[in-house]
């Protein structure tokens, strides 16, 4: 655990910003998460021992994007390569934000948290230099497409932020690529806030390479009438967490989830949701899926708070996986904290295995069994991947998966 | 019982086969030659073997053969795959068509039409001559190309399923059909569409098994042989006329044979 040694001697920065100050002296105290705790006592302790065993390098190499931009459209943004973006347009503008505001925002949000259930920020922000913190005020409805990738170099330890905010009525269409490198281990930490009336279609894609590892943290927070809808991937790491957390701040909006988690090999890859309604007039539509082969093991934890302000929430939670193979395991648990009387919540899990009937019903119209079972995992995908933003890449993206699987 | 087209090598032969499904036995020695041209009716109370036969041959992997054979076209078919049995040219009509959510039907047409092809050392077919052909099929059937956008079976009706497995026949171009209960749940227009449809598909190539509880598909179909299943065994061939016999009398008798036996 190369990088708590190095937080423990304070050897990890040399000149450490307040921010990492702040982060650096609260991890002092309680260097690893609670094991034992709900939130991390399903994490392979090896796996997360070797997340943590590369060391913080600030000299990175340079990104090498998987596929090239399907429009001109497109704004492509690479965390820690070009930060310094400023587009003022006629009906958009998108603004680097301050130094002060990105301080404010991060230190306002990881002073009231708890430090078990944000370790994964409170690490990213000790190791994330300046020029891996992207922040953005965007506002606009006819804003291009935003891509943003964020990547770990090969060997190594990387650390990246990514804050944007949403001024009032904009309207976008984000997708965030996550790659890891070979024998790397990346902590993306993301926060978002949506202002009254904006609409946000977020895709969130993360792959990686052999033998790499993935914190990523997603903290968004959603104003009134705001809608926000989420389609993420996670496939190919070693070890990967990935933990929304949703606050809709005064009831009145809209979050719809769509995600999907693959593992194979000795893999493990987690999702951890937390949707919290801080008000009335709420919605959630989450649908969360796994797909296990192999020796693998892909974990879900949702949970849904609504508390006694959150009347007439209506939210639907369901977490539905596949085994692939009889040494696979998958680890389920949605679960419901409901305090006010007059909601409408609904969970449930499924867990199975390919349909032998569909199958053979398949195969008995000349599909080989590996078309049948490619063509019903491909439907298994879909549904998730039709709802990751920016239509051409997506497509490209199913097909890499379906080929590497 | 003398065949039809004796002058002809039989497509589908199936010799005294006994057959169970985790270890209870379901078939027990039947016996059942189809020539080109023929058409077959099977007929039998529920849970004689009738499905578990048209499943069998289809090549389904839960059945185990543990005696006697299966020919098609002269050879012995036991250890093909079910997909090479399709290829080859064997088709299952489902009594329950199965429903793929998310699987387009569009698609799925296309790859098993495809695979029949490749076996035939016919071109490949790409969307755009699939999609003419299969409309060309649709005629047949009587159905709208909007259940091609749709996924396999998902939210058609009794009647629809029905006509998507005739439509897969049609496409598939088999040797030899095997239509389980393909008359079920079809409503009289529907069984006459079903069964025009059989009729234009099927030519003196083809072989037709018919597997069905009633007259009804009979009297649109004629069939040239009708065998009676009962215990896991055929217990009595003849021609039509048995079939209206059965409609009469009922399977009562059978009964009393198997008791017999």
């Known amino acids: ?405 | 019982m003398q065949s039809k087209t004796k002058e002809l090598d039989p497509i589908l032969e199936v010799n005294n086969l006994f057959a169970s499904i985790e270890n209870l036995p379901i078939l027990k020695g039947v016996t059942i030659s189809v020539n080109p041209g023929e058409i077959h009716a099977i007929m039998g109370r529920n849970g004689c073997g009738k499905s578990t036969l048209s499943k069998i041959i289809a090549g389904h992997p839960s059945y185990n053969i543990t005696k006697g054979e299966i020919k098609f076209t002269g050879n012995d078919i036991h250890s093909l795959e079910p997909e090479e049995r399709a290829q080859s040219g064997i088709f299952l009509g489902f009594q329950y068509p199965i429903e793929i959510p998310g699987v387009s039907n569009l698609e799925f047409l296309r790859v098993a039409t495809n695979a029949r092809r490749k076996f035939l050392n016919k071109e490949e077919l790409d969307t755009f001559d699939f999609e003419d052909l299969v409309k060309e099929k649709l005629d047949l059937v009587k159905m709208d190309s909007a259940f091609l956008s749709r996924s396999i079976n998902q939210g058609f009706s009794g009647g629809e399923k029905k006509r998507n497995e005739i439509l897969q026949m049609a496409l598939l171009e088999p040797k030899i059909a095997i239509l389980d209960e393909t008359d079920s749940g079809l409503d009289i227009d529907a069984l006459r569409i079903v069964a025009s449809g059989i009729k234009k598909i099927s030519n003196e190539q083809t072989g037709i098994i018919l597997i069905t509880h009633y007259q009804r598909l009979l009297d649109e179909i004629q069939p040239d042989y009708v065998h009676v299943m009962a215990d896991g065994q055929i217990i009595k061939t003849g021609e039509s006329d048995l079939a209206l016999e059965l409609e009469k009398y009922g399977y009562e008798w059978t009964d009393n044979f198997i008791k017999e036996q």
């Open chain 1, 1 to 405: 655990m190369q990088i708590i040694e190095e937080i423990k001697k304070n050897e990890l920065i040399s000149n450490p910003s307040e921010i990492q100050k702040i982060c650096l002296d609260k991890l002092k105290l309680n260097p690893l998460p609670n094991i034992k705790s709900e939130y991390w006592r399903l994490s392979n302790k090896s796996k997360f021992s070797s997340f943590l065993d590369h060391s913080n390098k600030n000299k990175e190499s340079k990104v090498n994007l998987p596929y090239k931009k399907a429009s001109q459209n497109i704004i492509r943004l690479i965390i820690g390569e070009n930060n310094s973006i400023n587009l003022e347009k006629e009906n958009y503008s998108i603004k680097k934000l301050k130094e002060i505001e990105i301080i404010d925002y991060i230190k306002k949000n990881i002073s009231n948290s708890d430090q078990n259930d944000h370790w994964s920020d409170l690490l990213n922000h000790c190791l994330s230099s300046k020029e891996n913190i992207l922040g953005l005020n965007i506002s606009g409805n006819k804003i291009p497409p935003l891509e943003i990738f964020s990547a770990s170099s090969p060997d190594s330890f990387n650390a990246k932020t990514l804050i944007l905010f949403f001024e009032k009525n904009s309207k976008v269409d984000l997708i965030q690529i996550n790659l890891g490198n070979k024998n790397s281990s990346l902590s993306q930490s993301t926060y978002l806030c949506l202002e009254e009336n904006t609409l946000v279609n977020h895709g969130v894609v993360s792959y990686g390479e052999s033998k790499s590892n993935l914190l990523n943290s997603l903290n968004v927070i959603q104003k009134n009438k705001s809608e926000y809808s989420l389609g993420s991937l996670h496939f190919k790491f070693n070890y990967a967490r990935f933990e929304i957390r949703i606050n809709q701040l005064d009831g009145n909006a809209k979050t719809n989830i769509k995600g999907i988690q693959i593992t194979k090999n000795n893999d493990q890859i987690a999702t951890y949701t937390t949707m919290q309604f801080n008000g009335p007039n709420g919605f959630l539509d989450q649908i969360n899926k796994s797909l296990a082969d192999d020796k693998s093991h892909a974990v879900f934890e949702g949970s849904i708070i609504v508390p006694k302000i959150a009347q007439k929430t209506d939210a639907s939670q369901l977490s539905r996986n596949l085994l692939l193979s009889r040494h696979a395991k998958i680890d389920t648990k949605p679960q419901l904290e409901i305090i006010a009387d007059d909601v409408k919540c609904k969970h449930g899990a499924t867990i199975s295995q390919l349909n032998e009937e569909e199958l053979f019903y398949m195969r008995s119209r000349g599909l080989t069994l590996a078309e049948a079972s490619k063509l019903q995992l491909s439907s298994y995908i879909q549904e998730i991947i039709s709802s990751i933003p920016i239509s051409k890449d997506r497509w490209d993206l199913l097909d890499k998966i379906l080929k590497e699987n």
